[in-house]
Structures are given as C-alpha cells and as structure tokens.
C-alpha cells in the first residue's frame, strides 16, 4: 500500500465524522472559500475540510497534503494558521487538549468553537497523520504522494481569492451580529 492510500485510510475512517468532509465529498464552493480565507496554495491538494462556522467557510481546519492550515474565531489568539507536517511533528510533545481549543505548541492555537467534534478526536486524527508522515522515505516538509492516484485528489482553485474572501469576512461579520433567535429562525425557515 503507497503513501496516499494510507493517508486516504485514515482520512476516511473520520469522514463524515461531525462535519469533517474529505475529498471529492468536499463541495467545489467550499474549497473555494477555504482555499481564499486560508490563503492555500494553489498547488496544495485539499484532502479534507471541516467548518466550524455556519458561514461558507469563515472558521474550520483543512488538511492538506503539505500542510494543515485554520482559521479560529476571533477570540481565539494564534501565532500562526499554517503547519507543515514537518513542524507538527516536530510538537507533538508539545500538544495540549483544552476544552474548546488544541494547543499546538509556541502559541499555535487550533480554535475547535462551533465544532461537533472533540479536541481529543482531532489530536487522534493528527497523531496518525503525523505517525504516516513520520514513516515516509525521504525528505519533505509534507506527505510524499507517488503516482498517477495524485491526480484524483480535487483540486478547485477559485479564479478570484479577494473577492471571495471579502464575501467570507462580510458573511462572517453580519453572523456575528445575528441573535440566536434569528440563526434558529434562519434553521427551521421561517
């Protein structure tokens, strides 16, 4: 069994897991807006997202293929947005489950508000990314995927990343003056 699929094993044991959504089952326009809010590269492959807002992609966690990139609330202070698989596991010791919030390590804060999942299920599933990370054969910053099986892996990369991440910050400042009242009547439509 190559790289990828071992990766893709694990990814697919938490798909569908509260809200984690793994490639090709991540929507178009949510990679989009994640790509765009998270400043990803175009070359990175998105293998899973999940959001932790209700607004297209304002707060959530993705993982790539070079690295895992978030988002938090804005109460929720963080040093940085992006890791490398390479700096992950190089903090693992360093990790530190909160109620609401995984500690990375040097001030890196993973913001887990909103999210139906708990901090212990994310610090398992990058746990056994970093184990697969750690088990390849050569030097890289990311996971090392060979073969034609790489071109499977979606890839929507929006045309125009300011103008959606302006929408995004536009939507995610009018849902945090939305009273609960309003979000549950948005909910049930009426």
Do not use: C
Not at 105 to 115: Q, T
Not at 151 to 169: G, M, W, Y
Request: aromatic share 8%; hydrophobic share 45%.
């Amino acid at each position: 069994m190559d790289m990828l699929d071992e990766v893709i094993g694990i990814l697919t044991y938490y798909h569908g897991e509260n809200g984690f959504e793994m490639n090709p089952m991540v929507s178009t326009e949510i990679e989009h807006y994640a790509r765009a809010v998270l400043d990803i590269p175009d070359d990175e492959y998105v293998m899973m997202a999940a959001r932790t807002s209700f607004t297209m992609f304002h707060r959530g966690l993705v993982i790539g293929r070079d690295a895992i990139y978030w988002r938090n609330d804005v109460s929720i202070k963080t040093t940085v947005n992006t890791l490398t698989w390479q700096q992950l596991s190089e903090r693992t010791g360093q990790f530190k489950a909160h109620r609401r919030v995984l500690e990375l390590g040097d001030g890196a804060v993973l913001d887990n508000i909103g999210s139906l999942n708990k901090v212990s299920v994310l610090i398992n599933l990058l746990d056994l990314l970093i184990d697969k990370y750690n088990e390849q054969e050569g030097e890289s910053s990311g996971f090392i995927f060979e073969g034609d099986k790489v071109a499977t892996l979606v890839r929507a990369i929006p045309e125009d990343k300011q103008a959606i991440k302006a929408e995004s910050e536009a939507a995610a400042a009018d849902a945090a003056t939305v009273s609960f009242l309003d979000l549950l009547k948005k909910l049930i439509g009426k």
